[in-house]
């Protein structure tokens, strides 16, 4: 109980600092700046604040990412996804994940930052970390090298959709909209292309060693990752 108690209180000391710095974040971006800024806001401990963030706001910008998954999975589990296509599932939810922002200079100060070379892993775990979350919510049960490439495709869809709605002007982002479905339909096609090559000859001649290939299994995630790596893994569901 007294972990459980501890962990509330980091948590809820973190969020604090996190919609403190919210305010901050359009004028100074997720920099220290804006770290101190939200320290002195909310009166929290500084020592207690870095301890909960080593690297300052690039932490909370961190959770401030997963805690737009989080939202997201939310809305997911409260819509009729049941009715609708794969397709119409995924555009569904990127669009939702999307909507749920509330302000389009956080999300391109967090683009900012995750673009520089000492972040961009870091970046690059958190779409993932988002694609697998669109995944899981409408039900993808794939365990095999098809659990990577679902990932790894969506996640050049979002990346793709998020900075062309960073610069859309259009009205209600219907522009976005239209991007977002052309780029799911490039997806589809290749799919298409992909099950014709199967029945082709060569396909057909190829078939055993792609069939070894889908055997391969998600690894266990490495340990030792700096940050928060190990936490935004997320396992494929066990056989």
């Known amino acids: 109980m007294h972990d459980d108690a501890q962990n509330h209180a980091s948590t809820d000391i973190k969020t604090r600092l996190l919609e403190a710095a919210e305010m901050h974040v359009p004028f100074d971006g997720w920099s220290e700046t804006t770290f101190v800024a939200a320290i002195a806001d909310t009166g929290v401990d500084a020592t207690v604040a870095r301890a909960l963030c080593p690297r300052g706001a690039v932490d909370l910008a961190v959770a401030y990412h997963k805690r737009g998954d989080s939202q997201m999975e939310d809305a997911l589990r409260a819509a009729a996804l049941q009715d609708m296509k794969i397709r119409e599932k995924i555009t569904f939810a990127v669009r939702t994940r999307l909507e749920l922002c509330p302000d389009r200079e956080i999300i391109r100060r967090g683009s900012t930052l995750f673009a520089l070379p000492q972040h961009a892993a870091t970046g690059a775990q958190l779409i993932w970390g988002t694609s697998d979350a669109i995944w899981r919510a409408i ?5 095999d090298i098809n659990w990577y490439s679902k990932r790894a495709t969506l996640s050049a869809v979002y990346s793709a959709t998020v900075l062309y709605w960073l610069g859309d002007d259009s009205g209600a982002q219907e522009a976005t909209w239209a991007f977002l479905d052309r780029r799911i339909e490039n997806v589809m096609q290749f799919e ?5 090559f199967n029945k082709s000859p060569l396909g057909k001649l190829m078939a055993a060693p792609l069939n070894a290939l ?3 299994r998600a690894p266990e995630p490495p340990k030792g990752l700096p940050g928060n790596f190990e936490n935004l893994w997320t396992p494929p569901p066990s056989s």
């Open 139 to 143: 039900g993808d049960s794939s365990r």
């Open 214 to 216: 889908s055997k391969c």
């Open 192 to 196: 298409k292309t992909k099950a014709q």
